[in-house]
């Protein structure tokens, strides 16, 4: 099953388990939102909105909020001493769609675990765990002797006798 969303001022088409960079929305990393705008839904019976469907909602969550790239409008009126540099960056919401809903169903799906990171735990003993000695590299390399080569004197050509 797959969903046309609009949000943003742009549409996307989504199934679960998608990851979008969408403009920025209002929530905290790792909450569940609904975006209610949905113009299609398609699968067994395709469905059409004019414009929206109504009681149709895509659930998604939150995966963070970030920047986009910088861009950067330069204007230059040639020959006038004139020029105007501007620049901006987008506020990004990254999402992952978890479910595509309708008729006016709330979501089921909640907010995954985080993994936790895995911290090796010190010696009981209080001792530094054994280091790996550094490998020696061999040092002994032989200059190689550079033979001269000399080159003998170009002998240059006698300059020919104009003739009138």
């Avoid at 839904?41 to 895509?58: K, M, N, R, Y």
């Amino acid at each position: 099953m797959f969903a046309v969303i609009k949000t943003g001022g742009r549409q996307f088409r989504v199934v679960p388990n998608d990851v979008l960079e969408i403009g920025k929305i209002t929530g905290d990393v790792g909450t569940i939102v609904q975006l209610g705008e949905v113009m299609a839904v398609g699968g067994d019976t395709p469905v059409l909105g004019f414009p929206f469907i109504e009681g149709a909602s895509v659930a998604a969550e939150i995966l963070d909020h970030k920047r986009g790239p910088k861009v950067i409008a330069f204007k230059k009126r040639r020959r006038k001493n004139s020029k105007r540099k501007r620049g901006y960056r987008d506020e990004i919401t990254v999402i992952r769609v978890t479910e595509i809903l309708t008729d006016d169903k709330a979501p089921t799906i909640g907010p995954r675990a985080k993994k936790e990171k895995k911290v090796e735990a010190a010696p009981a003993d209080g001792e530094a765990p054994a280091k790996k000695a550094p490998a020696k590299k061999a040092a002994a390399k032989k200059a190689a002797p550079k033979a001269a080569a000399k080159k003998a004197p170009a002998k240059k050509a006698a300059p020919k006798a104009k003739s009138e």
